[in-house]
């Protein structure tokens, strides 16, 4: 593979963005939401927070307010200061309402509240299982929130003028499935940003392997063709005794082509119309150095510009049609060649008076009408051939190229 080609390919398999993405973005957005969750339980219960604080020591109340709801709004904060920081407080404000409900426990001092009542903190048990979800895996998070609930729903039941237990179960029950649900769609629809970023490096790696695989095959084609036009043309002219120069020409120019294949150096230079006519008529009479060649430019063409590529791939399939026509026409046959360039565009016509030949029935294996011919208009953006022929009436070859872009 050219060097070229490599870079390419490298190119392609560079633009990749980072993994994780898409996950950290969801997992940022939902940070946020839950800060304003936070937010909205405080404005909600914070009559409830002072009514209920003659339930513990004077320190708990203040303590376990700012500490839940700090870290809810701190967890707000991080999202905005990175992934790293963003877990940092997910995760301490999951740990802060575990102690903060464990305290609770430390702090009562035996005071009880009417049955139909109930702790202010055991409202949101799933929130902060929420931000967990942010921080660690979701076995954790679930084992977090059965943690969490478990508490608030026996301090619950310890401060309540009741027997211990009596419908603990059942709220129990109703509080986990409650939080398990808001819990396990917050799970999923993270973790569909983890599969959306392993999607995307999936499909971006199966991009690069097959545009590696396609340069491979632009190259393995370029050689096949290269190899056809020049190396089996060269060998054959020097097994034909041609003449010495024209032979070590031929020889030379074929070198020169091989190196600039497997260096991947093509010449980049834009050509006018009249170098893009010479070229074309160096293809031809390089091939055959008696051709008829006629070469019209459209007079819009003046300052125009064309890109090499086309003007090589059209010259290289010119000159293989033209070889084609010397090796099967016939001694007899007389062949000529006329070329056309206009505005974004260059047409070629290969005509010859030979034996001719049924196109459909050719192998689509042979090398130079495929490859060299079909193979390289057919590769060119814009690029077209038509073969018409039949046995006894001779060849017409039609090659065109029009920028797609015009």
């Known amino acids: 593979m050219s060097a070229g080609a490599e870079e390419q390919v490298r190119s392609g398999r560079g633009r990749r963005i980072d993994r994780g993405t898409a996950a950290d973005r969801l997992r940022r957005v939902f940070a946020r939401f839950l800060a304003i969750g936070y937010a909205c339980y405080l404005a909600l219960l914070a009559p409830q927070i002072v009514d209920q604080s003659v339930l513990t020591a004077v320190w708990w109340t203040p303590v376990a307010t ?18 790293k920081r963003m877990r940092q407080a997910a995760t301490i404000s999951a740990l802060t309402y575990i102690v903060a409900v464990a305290l609770w426990f430390v702090a009562w001092n035996d005071t009880v509240i009417p049955q139909d009542q109930s702790l202010w903190f055991t409202a949101f048990p799933g929130v902060t299982s929420l931000a967990a979800a942010v921080a660690w895996r979701p076995r954790q998070a679930f084992g977090h929130m059965i943690l969490a609930v478990g508490l608030a729903q026996s301090a619950n039941h310890l ?19 409650f939080c398990a649900v808001f819990l396990s769609a917050a799970v999923v629809g993270l973790g569909t940003g983890r599969t959306l970023d392993e999607t995307i490096v999936a499909t971006q ?14 190259e393995r084609e370029r050689f096949d063709a290269l190899v056809h036009d020049r190396v089996m043309s060269t060998l054959l002219a020097a097994s034909r005794r041609a003449p010495q120069d024209s032979l070590v020409q031929q020889a030379e120019r074929t070198l020169a ?41 459209d007079p819009d063409c003046d300052g125009t510009s064309f890109p090499p590529g086309p003007v090589r791939a059209t010259a290289a399939a010119l000159a293989e049609a033209v070889r084609n026509s010397l090796r099967h026409a016939g001694d007899d046959a007389t062949r000529t060649v006329e070329a056309e360039v206009a505005p974004r565009c260059i047409a070629v016509q290969i005509v010859d008076d030979g034996r001719g030949f049924e196109p459909n029935a050719v192998d689509p294996h042979r090398l130079g009408l495929e490859v060299s011919i079909r193979g390289r208009m057919r590769r060119l953006p814009g690029g077209r051939v038509v073969v018409q022929s039949a046995p006894g009436e001779g060849t017409r070859v039609l090659l065109s190229w029009r920028d797609p872009v015009a």
């Open 257 to 297: 082509e091989l190196d600039e294949l497997r260096q991947g150096t093509d010449r980049n230079t834009a050509l006018d119309a009249t170098a893009v006519v010479a070229r074309l008529r160096s293809a031809a009479t390089e091939a055959d150095e008696d051709i008829a060649f006629t070469g019209r430019i």
């Open 205 to 218: 790696a199966a991009a690069a392997a097959a545009a590696a695989a396609e340069a491979r095959n632009a």
């Open 66 to 83: 700012v500490a839940i709801f700090g870290s809810g709004a701190a967890l707000g904060i991080a999202s905005f200061r990175g992934e």
């Open 159 to 177: 401060v309540r003028d009741a027997p211990f237990g009596h419908f603990l179960v059942p709220d129990l029950a109703f509080a986990l499935v």
